[in-house]
C-alpha cells in the first residue's frame, strides 16, 4: 500500500488538512478553534481519515504549519521574558532603529518591546568587531541574577550580547551558568538562533522566540502526545517559514522559524505547478479567511529573505512591527481575506481590513454571532458563493444576515443598494490586492503583465480573474484542492535548514578565499546535523548566498553564490553575480567602487524528485452544467443567471465560456464573460482571456 502522508495549516479562520495516499488526495477544512487550536486539528483528522477509509497506523508522516507563534506575539500572550544585554545596552531594544515609519503622524504608536524594562538586565563583558574579548564575563555577576529572575518569575531567558555573532562563547557561558539555577526556565541565545550583524534585529529575533518557546514546546509536545495516544507511528515534521520541513526539536529550539509556515507551503505549491507546467515567470496569489499572500515565482523558485517583521502596531504598514532575522520566503501580506472587515470612513471611501472577523465570531453570514460585513458576506450577497454549498455544505450560511450587515454599515451611509454596495466591497478589496502586487513588484525590479497567476486558498479563486485584470495579466490557474493549497504545499515541501552567519570580507586583493571555505563548511555541518536528524541518507542539495554591497553603502542585496569551494579567481564571478542583481533593482551599476560581503547563508535540502512534466492538453470539449447560479454582473449592475459546473465532474480537456462558476468543496472559482476556462491534464482550472 502507499505511505499516507498527512498536511495540517492551522489559518486564522480555518483549520486545513489534506492526506495524500499515493496519486489520491483527500482534504477538509473545520473552523479554527483558537483557545485550544489542537482540537481543530484532531477533530479535521478524524474526518479526513474517515473520508479516506484509514486508521492512525496507516499514516506514515504528520507534516504541521501553525500561527500560534506568531498569535502569541501579536496578542502578547507569551512567556515572561527577561532579555540579558551587554552592559550599557539594555535600553537598545526599544530605542531600535530611531526612525519614524510614519513620517507624518505626530501620535504615532511604536511597537512596545516583548521585554518590559524592568526584566532587561546588563551584564559585564564585551567583544570587540573582531571577536577579540576587550572585557570577560563577570560571572559572578551572573549568579548574582538568578535570585532576581526567580523573584519576578521569569519563564524565558533571551541573551544577546554584541558582536556575539563572531563568538558566543560569553552567551554559552551565561546559560551554562543559569540553567541549574533556574529549573523549568527556557534559554535563547541569540548566536544561535540569529547570529548575524546588526544587534537589533539579532536580539529581537531572540527575545521573540525566547517570549514564545514555552507556549509553542508546550503546545507541540501536547499535540505530539495525543497523536501519539490515538495511534500514529509516524514522525511529526514541522513546515518552517523558510519554505523546509524540519523536526519537532529543531522547531521547539527555535519556534520563531515558524512564523510563517502556512504562506510558506502555498508557495512552494505555486512553485511545484511552475515546474510542472515550465512556466518560468508565476505570481503566486493565496486568499484566506485573514489575509491575502502575493509571491513572485522566478524560473520555478519563489523568492527567499531573511528579514521578516511581526506583529506591526499599524497592520501592514512596513517599519512598524518587531523586525525578525529568520529565514523566510519573500511575499507581500495584507489585510484582504474573506474575514476582512467593510467599513465606511469619515471621507465617505469604502475600506476593507486589516481588521478580520476571523473564525470567532466570522462573518455575518456565519450566524455565529458576527455583525460586520465582510468580503465573504459581500461574495455569498454577490452570489459568488452559494450559501447551501459552503466547505462542502457541511456549513449553510445565511444570505440575509449578510445583506442585512452590508446594507446597514455601507448602503445606508452611502445611499447604495446591496449589490452595488457588496461590488463596492470587492472591487476595493481587489484593488487593494493589485495595488500590493503592483508595489511588491516594482521594489524588485519585477513585471507582473507576463506572468502567470497562480491562485489557492478558500477565497483566492473567487478573485482570481478579476486580479488577473487589473495586473494585465491573460492566464491564471486553480490547481486541484486550491482551497487547502497551503496544506498541499507542505506535502511538496523537502526538509531542509538554513544557517547564516556575519563575517566582513571585502572584496578586493586581500580576499582569502580560504577563510570563506572554512566559514562554509562549518555552515554546512551545523545544517547537516539538522536535515540528517530527518531525512536521514538522502541526497542533499545545497545552495549558498551572500548579501553584498558597494563599499560604503548602509544595505545589502542577497546575491545567489557559485556552487564548489572558492578561489582568488572566484572573485570576479562574485562581482558579476552582484552587478546583475544590482542592475535589475535599482537600473544601473556604480563603476570603480569595491565590494564587500557582510552575511554568508548556506541552505540544505533532501533532494526531491523533479516533478512530472504536464502531458500535452487534450482536444476541448464542451463541459456539461450541473444547473445555473445568479452572479452579480458589474456591467448591468444586477444578478445574472449563469451555467454552474462541479469542479469533481469536469475531465481534462473541459471546455467552458464565461461567464460561469465552477463549484468544489472548498471554494469556487469565477469565470468571468472576459475569460474562457479549460481543465489541464493534471486536474488544474486554466482561466485564459477571450482572444475577441
Known sequence: MDRARLAVDIGGTFTDLALAVGPRRYSVKVMTTPRAPEQA???GIDQVLAQAKLSPAEIALIIHGTTLATNAIIERKGARTALLVTEGFRDSIEMAFENRFEQYDILMDKPAPLVPRDFRFGVRERLDGRGNVLI?????????LAPRLEQVEIEAVAIGYMHAYLDGDHERRTRDILAPLLPGVAFTLSSEVSPEIREYERWSTAVANAYVQPVMTAYLLRLDAALRARGFPGPLLMMTSGGGLTTLETACKCPIRLVESGPAGGAILAADIARQCRLDKV????????TAKI?????????H???????????????????????????????AGGGSIAQVDN???????????????GPACYGRGGNEPTVTDADVVLGRIDPDYFAGGSMRLDCDLAADAIERAVGKPLGLGRLEAAFGIGEVVEENMANAARVHAVERGKELQSRTLIAFGGAAPIHAARLADKLGIERVIVPPGAGVGSALGFLLAPIAYEVARSRYVLLDESFNPAVVNA???????????????????????????????????????TVALPPGDFEMSSRAALVGNFETVYAATFGRIIPGLDLEIMNWTLRLAASREAPPVRPPQPPDRPAKARGTHSVFDPAELTLRTVPAYQRDGLAPGSFIAGPAVIVEDETTTIVPLAFIARIDPLGAIVLERKRT
Open 41 to 43: 486539528v484532531l477533530a
Open 136 to 144: 570577560p564575563l563577570d560571572e559572578a555577576m551572573v549568579r548574582a
Open 283 to 290: 505570481l503566486s496569489f493565496d486568499m484566506g479567511g485573514t
Open 295 to 303: 509571491c513572485l515565482i522566478d524560473q520555478g523558485e519563489p523568492q
Open 305 to 335: 529573505s531573511r528579514s521578516f517583521e511581526v506583529a506591526r502596531q499599524y497592520r501592514f504598514l512596513k517599519g512598524s512591527g518587531l523586525p525578525l532575522r529568520v529565514p523566510v520566503i519573500e511575499m507581500v501580506e495584507i489585510g
Open 347 to 361: 471621507l465617505a471611501r469604502i475600506n476593507v481590513g486589516p481588521e478580520s472577523a476571523g473564525a470567532e465570531p
Open 519 to 557: 566559514l562554509f563548511a562549518d555552515m554546512r555541518g551545523e545544517a547537516e546535523a539538522v536535515v540528517r536528524s530527518a531525512a536521514g541518507d538522502a541526497p542533499l542539495v545545497e545552495s549558498r548566498t551572500a548579501d553584498m554591497r558597494y563599499r560604503g553603502q548602509g544595505h545589502e542585496i
